[in-house]
């Protein structure tokens, strides 16, 4: 997940952010109504996953953020660790129309932290076009875990572009002061050698 | 029958501790103001909301109402975190049992009727209760031709056994949980529509060798399985096994009703789960867990993360009743007191911390002091306890 080098030479930042809640709450919505145009799903439900690359600037730098969304694999209420790895930024959704959806976030959380302890972490109620009146309701877990909340809508656009461009934001900054022990490791074997030893490096140590 | 007073505790932020729309949080259980001077003889706790019934036959219901799991109109905004009584032709029979789930209620009264209403959730969304839309009100299963003796309620299913034994199902079966519909069809019934997932319908299960076929007694639902037991005290399960907690050490999900050996070993005249753990009660009281183990949710403390197999819990004797939810569990002795253990995150262990509680620790609280636990409800964020006044 380091910085590679694109076809013209330039220095491109690579990102990951991962979206996660329940199925049905409108996450895979979200990130097309982002990419609405010329999105690219790179793999389909073969890994449980699907991921849309997005190239962005940042400050004049090149951004390549892959978003990962969870493809149904979070209807058994777990996701395979490899799902959090290294990722900078989680968008953790819920239907603000169907407060059910609001039960699991303290497990979703917990499942977060328990991998990724520090990243940033965006809660979004979406679906606010069907009931605009849920704005005014003050859902405590995001005050409780002091987390950046958004009321969004995936189908009429509202925020969207907002919650997507401070979850890049947040993820750069989370890369650039990790202070998370593996971030911190990786970050240092950036300095030695090509991406392919940091892989083999990364292989050997989860061996271990 | 014994009655007393309704507690509640945890996160509830959509009204499930009907405490009014003011605590949205509580660490100790809180005596529910509004229905203190009923007098409560079953409780419930859904997944995001709450249900009791009283010695008159009155039912409250409180709690998120978004899919109408609380079965009477909430209009106004804050009647969904005050108890309020469900009406219609329910309350004109003798209710007995109560089940909920996570966007569901059901009950089952005297002469064997079923009541329903609310909605099944699946991973598109609304799913429906009896046909795609939900059920607003309490609408009766009218498709059973029998009585029906015995009912559980999974997050997004209910199971029923019938006086002559046989099982029906109806819900979710995305997890393999209503047992009748073959892992390829499970997406909403796939070309069977949704209708066949949603209407009660049989299910068939194979007879033991050695014996006749099974006449089906008592039905247990967790969040996404299901297990019934025959005259004999054999167990069949169905539904989601990825940490194991369906009783099969394959890890591999079950569609369609298998024969459970391990419980059948153990004789459990109780089982109930979260999403990813089983407890299982035997004829001595003593209570076993398997599954999955992190946040402390099996009770055998922090060595044991994941169980193949039921597993005793040894600091627990002359056990009565056991409940669970999502990561959390519990247990009620035969005096009426009661440990809970595993995720602390939504302070429903009396703890008043959010840390995890890795072995059975007592519920405790002021409240509790003078009373005696009668029953315990496990929901997705809160915990409901009925209790009696001791003289």
């Known amino acids: 997940m380091s910085s590679i080098i694109d076809d013209k030479g330039n220095d491109v930042e690579k990102l990951k952010i991962i979206c996660l809640g329940d199925s049905a709450v409108g996450k895979s919505k979200l990130v097309e109504r982002f990419l609405m145009d010329g999105y690219k799903p790179q793999q389909q439900s073969t890994y449980a996953l699907t991921l849309f690359n997005y190239e962005t600037k940042i400050n004049g730098k090149k951004i390549s953020v892959d978003f990962w969304d969870t493809a149904g694999q979070e209807r058994f209420s777990s996701m395979h660790p490899s799902y959090y790895h290294q990722a900078q930024a989680c968008i953790l959704v819920f239907d603000a129309t169907r407060k059910v959806t609001y039960k699991n976030l303290s497990n979703w959380y917990k499942e977060l932290r328990q991998y990724r302890p520090d990243i940033p972490c965006l809660l979004v109620a979406n679906k606010i076009d069907v009931d605009l009146s849920v704005t005014k309701r003050n859902f405590a877990f995001g005050t409780k875990?002091?987390?950046?909340?958004?009321?969004?809508?995936?189908?009429?656009g509202t925020n969207v572009v907002k919650v997507f461009r401070d979850a890049i934001k947040a993820a750069m900054s989370y890369k650039q002061n990790p202070t998370d022990f593996v971030d911190q490791v990786l970050a240092e074997l950036e300095h030695f050698?090509?991406?392919?030893?940091?892989?083999?490096?990364?292989?050997?140590k989860n061996d271990g | 029958m014994p009655s007393g007073?309704?507690?509640?505790?945890?996160?509830?932020?959509?009204?499930?501790?009907?405490?009014?729309?003011?605590?949205?949080?509580?660490?100790?259980?809180a005596v529910v103001p509004d229905i203190s001077q009923e007098e409560i003889k079953k409780i419930k706790a859904g997944g995001m909301h709450t249900v009791c019934l009283t010695n008159t036959n009155k039912i409250y219901t409180f709690g998120c109402n978004d899919e109408f799991a609380l079965g009477r109109p909430t209009d106004d905004?804050?009647?969904?975190?005050?108890?309020?009584?469900?009406?219609?032709?329910?309350t004109q029979n003798q209710v007995v049992h109560l089940t909920a789930g996570d966007s569901h209620t059901c009950v089952l009264t005297e002469t064997g009727r079923v009541f329903v209403w609310g909605s099944f959730r699946d991973s598109r969304g609304r799913l429906?209760?009896?046909?795609?839309?939900?059920?607003?009100?309490?609408?009766?299963?009218?498709?059973?031709?029998?009585?029906?003796?015995?009912?559980?309620?999974?997050?997004?299913?209910?199971a029923m056994a019938t006086a002559s034994g046989q099982v029906l199902t109806m819900g979710c079966s995305e997890q393999g949980q209503i047992g009748r519909v073959s892992r390829y069809f499970n997406d909403r019934g796939g070309r069977r529509t949704i209708v066949y997932l949603l209407v009660p319908t049989k299910i068939c299960i194979h007879k033991v060798r050695g014996f006749k076929k099974p006449k089906i007694i008592k039905v247990f639902c967790s969040a996404y399985a299901t297990w019934v037991v025959s005259t004999d005290g054999h167990i069949f399960g169905f539904g989601l096994n990825n940490y194991k907690q369906l009783g099969f050490e394959d890890g591999v999900n079950r569609h369609m009703p298998e024969h459970v050996d391990q419980f059948s070993d153990i004789g459990c005249v109780q089982i109930a789960g979260g999403q990813h753990h089983t407890l299982l009660l035997d004829k001595h009281g003593s209570v076993y867990s398997l599954g999955r183990g992190e946040y402390g949710r099996l009770g055998h403390g922090t060595d044991i993360t994941q169980a193949d197999e039921p597993i005793k819990i040894n600091t627990l004797q002359n056990i009565t009743s056991i409940s669970a939810s999502s990561a959390v569990s519990f247990a009620l002795d035969k005096d009426g007191?009661?440990?809970g253990w595993g995720l602390g995150t939504n302070l429903q262990l009396t703890t008043g911390t959010e840390d995890d509680v890795w072995t059975p620790t007592q519920l405790t609280g002021r409240n509790l002091e003078t009373r005696k636990i009668l029953e315990i409800g496990s929901g997705g964020q809160h915990t409901v306890i009925l209790a009696q006044d001791q003289p």
Request: aromatic share 6%; charged share 25%.
């Open chain 2, 77 to 90: 905004d804050d009647s969904e975190y005050s108890p309020k009584l469900v009406l219609g032709p329910v």
């Open chain 1, 193 to 204: 050698g090509s991406p392919e030893d940091d892989l083999i490096n990364l292989t050997s």
């Open chain 2, 5 to 29: 007073v309704i507690l509640t505790l945890g996160e509830g932020s959509v009204g499930q501790l009907g405490l009014g729309d003011e605590v949205m949080t509580r660490k100790k259980p």
């Open chain 2, 337 to 339: 007191k009661a440990w």
């Open chain 2, 128 to 158: 429906g209760m009896m046909k795609p839309k939900e059920a607003k009100t309490p609408t009766e299963l009218t498709t059973i031709k029998e009585p029906v003796i015995d009912v559980a309620s999974g997050n997004d299913h209910v």
């Open chain 1, 145 to 156: 875990y002091n987390l950046p909340q958004y009321f969004v809508s995936a189908a009429n």
